[in-house]
């Protein structure tokens, strides 16, 4: 059973830093590439950033581009995004997702955590 | 960039009635689009991609269609379950785009 479970999301002044985790089981991890999807409250989806399965491509949003990065360590079967000098208007649950298409980096996403709430607030 | 454009924002439908979702990109995005449903406090879940082919475990209920710029989620005789909000998401393009949702409420 695929499970992609999130950590490291809390409270955070303007201008601090937060990197989050997200946990996969139950498939190659290696072989899927991963996205960061985030939601602000009430609102929509918004595609943060994705990984190819190696590490070796990755995509940003033009709205986190140079301040978040996305990263990986496939021996731990984990993602990670560094996100440095937050905005207010970064507060969201943050999902990780996985595409569903082995060795594709643009595709649909088939699983999801269950998010992670990042605050940022003085 | 595509922008996806998601109407309407909310649909008042009758349970057993049939709802009809329209999702339209600002260019091509081919058949390279997906559909997921979101109920509070969950994460979205998978119901079509490739426009048109249900994901698994998903009802027969839920059929998509279109191609190019058009496209329409439909669900033929809404269950109780189904009461939630519906996005599209573009992945021919980066960056991939999600609609801004479509809202199904009980009439």
């Known amino acids: 059973e695929v499970q992609l479970l999130e950590s490291g999301g809390g409270l955070v002044q303007p201008g601090g830093s937060l990197r989050l985790s997200c946990a996969a089981s139950?498939?190659?991890?290696?072989?899927?590439?991963m996205s960061w999807v985030r939601q602000a409250p009430g609102k929509g989806l918004e595609w943060v950033s994705a990984?190819?399965?190696?590490?070796?491509?990755?995509y940003y949003a033009d709205s986190v581009k140079g301040r978040f990065t996305i990263s990986r360590d496939n021996s731990k079967n984990t993602l990670y995004l560094q996100m440095n000098s937050l905005r207010a208007e970064d507060t969201a649950v943050y999902y990780c997702?996985?595409?569903?298409?082995?060795?594709?980096?643009?595709?649909?996403?088939?699983?999801w955590g269950q998010g992670t709430l990042v605050t940022v607030s003085s | 960039e595509i922008v996806m454009t998601q109407s309407p924002a909310t649909l008042s439908v009758s349970p057993g009635e049939r709802a009809t979702l329209s999702c339209r990109a600002s260019?091509?995005?081919?058949?390279?689009l997906a559909w997921y449903q979101q109920k509070p406090g969950q994460a979205p879940r998978l119901l079509i991609y490739?426009?048109?082919t249900r994901a698994t475990g998903i009802p027969a209920r839920f059929s998509g269609s279109g191609s190019g710029t058009e496209f329409t989620l439909t669900i033929s005789s809404l269950q109780s379950e189904d009461f939630a909000v519906y996005y599209c998401?573009?992945?021919?393009?980066?960056?991939?785009?999600f609609g801004q949702g479509t809202k199904v409420e009980i009439k």
């Open positions: 139950g498939f190659t991890f290696s072989s899927y590439a």
């Open positions: 490739g426009a048109s």
């Open positions: 990984i190819s399965g190696s590490g070796g491509s990755t």
């Open positions: 998401q573009q992945y021919n393009n980066w960056p991939s785009r």
């Open positions: 260019q091509s995005v081919s058949s390279n």
């Open positions: 997702a996985k595409v569903a298409v082995e060795y594709q980096l643009l595709h649909e996403f088939d699983y």
